[in-house]
Structures are given as C-alpha cells and as structure tokens.
C-alpha cells in the first residue's frame, strides 16, 4: 500500500483539507503554529491531545502531509463511512490498542506513512490533558521514526463529549471561549526512548503533549484584557 492515497483518495483528502479549513478559520477563529515542524516525507508519528470529535480533521489541518488515521474497527463495516475511510488509508484497530492494532501502525510505519494517534486513549473530560494510556509505551519503544507531539486547545469548549452540537466562535465576531488553535512541536528522535521503561515514557509523552497543549492555549484568540 502506498504512503499516499489513491487517485480517489487524494482528491477526497484535499476537499476535505481546504473545506475544513475555510470552516475552521471562519466559524472557529482557528490559529496554527509549528506547521513546518511536520516532515514533508518518510514515515512519521504523529501523537495529539484529544479534546473533541474534530480533532482528527483539525491535526490533519496542521500540515499539508497527507496523514493516516486510526480507526475502531467497527467502522469499517459501515457501509457509508467504510469506502471513505478505506480511501484515506485509514488504519482499523480495536478499541483496547491491542497488539494487532499496535502491530497494523507499525506496518503503515514501515511504509512510510504518517500516522495520527491520541495516546490518551479517549476525549478528556476536563479540557486539559489526561493520563496516557500505558500501552502507547509499547508502541513508542518500536518505532524508528520521528514522533511529532501536536496540542490542541478550545476544541473542549467548542464541541466536547458533553456538547450535542458544536459551539461557534467566529472569526469577525468578539472571540468566544471556543476560538481553537493547535501547536505542531519540534520531531522527537524515536531513540531517546529506547531503553527507558514504561513509565518514564509514557511520562515523558505527557510532558510533551501538556507543552503543546499550553502552546496551543496561549495561541488562541481570545477577548482583549480591560484595563
């Protein structure tokens, strides 16, 4: 399979990119930063901090890299949803992270690919960044290749488990509490892992992510102070 999607799929990923975006920067003041920091080529892991259901799209708007997802397995065997996903190269794991889906983001790693995963398992409750799950320490210590921390910020207010629908923040309006903006960090080198035991990177992934998240944070646009 290649690194990049087919015909089909690269024409549906680019609608999507330039579509969400417009969508973003208007209905949501959206702001990026560090988007350089994504490499243009050769296989990547990408990890971010998971606040709502845009996140993936929205770390998809962070670089012009065309990215792989993953994605519950049960999605595939829906018959509107799976042609699309299969389209973008999505990657099916189960829900737990188990060792065929650990297994399945190290073969799209081998091919080259650029891989989005959140490691906190699960959209926060709370808007800041929950403990990861201790199983990404599996995962982190086979990779060969640059791991890229992305932090969002505003998108617990904009849309989280809690909201039924999204809550707009407009670009030409006073700035609202779900103004959203991400923060791509500088590509770690996958051996500063090597050798260390699980908690000292799973720890230290956090760390990372609680960095970007507050990068992102400070990025927002946001009400002018009074006074």
């Not at 999605?75 to 189960?94: C, E, G, M, T, W």
Request: charged share 20%.
């Amino acid at each position: 399979m290649s690194s990049r999607p087919n015909l089909a799929g690269r024409l549906w990923y680019d609608s999507v990119f330039w579509s969400s975006f417009t969508f973003f920067t208007f209905g949501f003041s959206l702001r990026r930063s560090g988007w350089r920091n994504m490499p243009k080529t050769g296989p990547v892991l990408v990890v971010a901090n998971h606040q709502s259901m845009f996140d993936p799209v929205l770390v998809g708007l962070s670089s012009r890299r065309y990215l792989s997802y993953l994605a519950r397995s049960g999605l595939f065997k829906q018959p509107l949803l799976a042609p699309v996903i299969r389209s973008l190269n999505a990657i099916p794991i189960d829900r737990n992270m188990g060792k065929d889906g650990i297994q399945a983001v190290l073969d799209a790693i081998g091919k080259g690919r650029a891989v989005l995963m959140f490691p906190e398992g699960e959209r926060t409750h709370t808007g800041e960044v929950q403990p990861l799950k201790p199983g990404i320490s599996l995962l982190i210590k086979r990779v060969s290749c640059p791991i890229v921390p992305v932090g969002i910020a505003g998108c617990f207010a904009a849309w989280s488990r809690f909201h039924t629908w999204p809550h707009l923040s407009p670009l030409y309006c006073p700035p609202g509490p779900s103004t959203i903006a991400l923060s791509v960090g500088e590509p770690i080198d996958s051996a500063r892992y090597k050798g260390k035991d699980r908690d000292w990177v799973v720890e230290d992934l956090y760390q990372l992510l609680v960095e970007q998240h507050a990068a992102a944070e400070r990025l927002r646009r946001k009400p002018e102070s009074v006074g």
